[in-house]
């Protein structure tokens, strides 16, 4: 049962402009939720997370937005560059449930020159 | 610091054989986990150490699957009789479980299995 699915296997963008990766979950107990990046050949890294206590984190080029109701997150990096091309999973877990992370499928990211 | 490591990188088994899969993890770090990511899916939780307490081993597929953790450090995974179906990647987590809000587990690069 995939409780955190990516929809869109791919994405390509140009160099500079925005990506949109799109994260839906359907446990609504999930209370957490991470963007990991993964390049080839190498174990995912920690991106940002976002606590279900708030709808918006940002980082840098990186923001994360939570819509409970829907049960949808998403991740924009603006402006996109070439070396974020790579996997990213959105994870989700329950705070009282420690470790238990649920990962997407990945959505691989290209960005163009 | 030096991150999570695994070994080995990749390994290639007959099925019916039995593998082990070795993780280190940070140091200090007290939380372990391990997931494993099949072709074009996504990472799946299999087991979740936390300090001396009894492991979490709900998301192991089958009782081929077991793993140990050592001294509160090192971790090994241990798939016997290995079918085709267990082909993936093994990645290895740890975490400092400081706090749930803020806590972030660290990867390993990962063991690439494959069962002929």
């Known amino acids: 049962d995939q409780q955190v699915k990516q929809n869109s296997p791919s994405l390509s963008v140009q160099e500079g402009r925005i990506s949109i990766l799109n994260c839906d979950y359907t446990?609504?107990?999930?209370?957490?939720f991470l963007w990991y990046k993964k390049y080839p050949a190498e174990g995912p890294t920690f991106l940002i997370s976002?606590?279900?206590?708030?709808d918006k984190n940002e980082d840098g080029r990186f923001t994360v937005f939570l819509n409970k109701s829907a049960k949808h997150l998403s991740l924009h990096i603006v402006p996109s560059q070439p070396g974020d091309s790579a996997v990213y999973f959105c994870?989700?877990?329950?705070?009282?449930?420690?470790?238990?992370?649920?990962f997407g499928a990945g959505t691989q990211v290209v960005v163009t020159p | 610091g030096a991150g999570v490591s695994q070994s080995p990188s990749n390994k290639v088994t007959e099925k019916g054989k039995d593998v082990e899969l070795r993780c280190d993890p940070i140091?200090?770090?007290?939380?372990l986990y391990w997931y494993r990511q099949s072709l074009g899916q996504g990472l799946e939780f299999l087991i979740y150490?936390?300090?001396?307490?009894?492991?979490?081993k709900s998301g192991l597929p089958s009782d081929r699957f077991s793993a140990e953790r050592t001294g509160g450090s090192v971790s090994t995974l241990t798939i016997q009789r290995t079918q085709q179906e267990d082909s993936a990647v093994y990645l290895c987590?740890?975490?400092?479980?400081?706090?749930?809000?803020?806590?972030?587990?660290?990867f390993g690069p990962g063991t690439r299995l494959t069962v002929l």
């Open positions: 140091s200090g770090h007290t939380a």
């Open positions: 976002i606590s279900s206590i708030k």
């Open positions: 150490f936390q300090g001396n307490s009894a492991p979490d």
């Open positions: 994870a989700a877990q329950r705070t009282d449930s420690w470790g238990k992370l649920q």
């Open positions: 446990n609504s107990m999930f209370d957490y």
């Open positions: 987590a740890s975490s400092p479980q400081r706090e749930p809000s803020t806590d972030t587990q660290y």
